[in-house]
């Protein structure tokens, strides 16, 4: 499950950074919204599908209430998820 998790971590992650790098400014920029209609659905399915994992692998992970919180608050910052697989997964 840790190995799924990282690789939809990874996933969310990056999903993020091209429509906020990418995506949205060509939507405002040049008035060309189909990159964001483009990734934003598999983001967001992405996004749900890494906070289920979470709570699903709090246990195995053993992680606290504060390791858990900073893993969710992870999720909605840019390069967050790349900071939890270094710091709570690669071992």
Do not use: C
């Amino acid at each position: 499950m840790k190995t799924f998790f990282r690789v939809v971590s990874f996933l969310e992650g990056t999903s993020y950074l091209l429509l906020l790098f990418i995506a949205v400014p060509i939507k405002y920029w040049m008035n060309d919204p189909q990159y964001v209609k483009l990734l934003g659905m598999p983001h967001g399915l992405l996004f749900v599908a890494y906070i289920v994992l979470a709570f699903l692998i709090k246990p195995e992970l053993k992680w606290n209430t504060k390791t858990f919180g900073i893993v969710l608050l992870a999720s909605i910052l840019p390069f967050g998820t790349f900071y939890v697989d270094k710091k709570y997964l690669s071992n």
